[in-house]
């Protein structure tokens, strides 16, 4: 076992774990934050998604160890004093989801994508979620949001 010591959603929290936990299983079964979620066994579909020290991981495919001391966001802390995060509102506002599995992953790449390009194209974006699966949408009203997110006049479509 080794001692972990790191900040989730702005708690710092302290464990025990076995080295080969996974983050996102450190974060579903110790921390409670079952928003984060697994939606695959090959690190492709980005379901996991997380920010570790402000930038967005699979945490599925990052050691519980390996987040010692660091800074985690997961969905759950997205939002401040009771407002949605602005990236929240505009899937909401634009229908970006059906079953809504993919979607807090999708929402935490989307808004690492939007600190390195706070204006991106339709392209950009597409390029920006490559990473993340939705088996349901087909990705539009995904790509609507994160440019209505941006304020780019990309949700007026
Ligand atoms: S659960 Fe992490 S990439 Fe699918
Ligand atoms: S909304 Fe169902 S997987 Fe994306």
Redesign the pocket.
Known sequence: MARIELTVDGAKVSDDVEPRMLLVQYLREKVGKTGTVIGCDTSNCGACTVHLDGQSVKSCNVLAVQADGGEVTTIEGLAQDGELHPMQAAFHECHA???????PG?IMQAVDLLKENPDPSEEEVRLGIEGNL????GYHNIVKAVRTAAGSGGGAA
């Open positions: 989801l059906q079953c809504g599995f993919c979607t999708m939705c088996r349901c949408t």
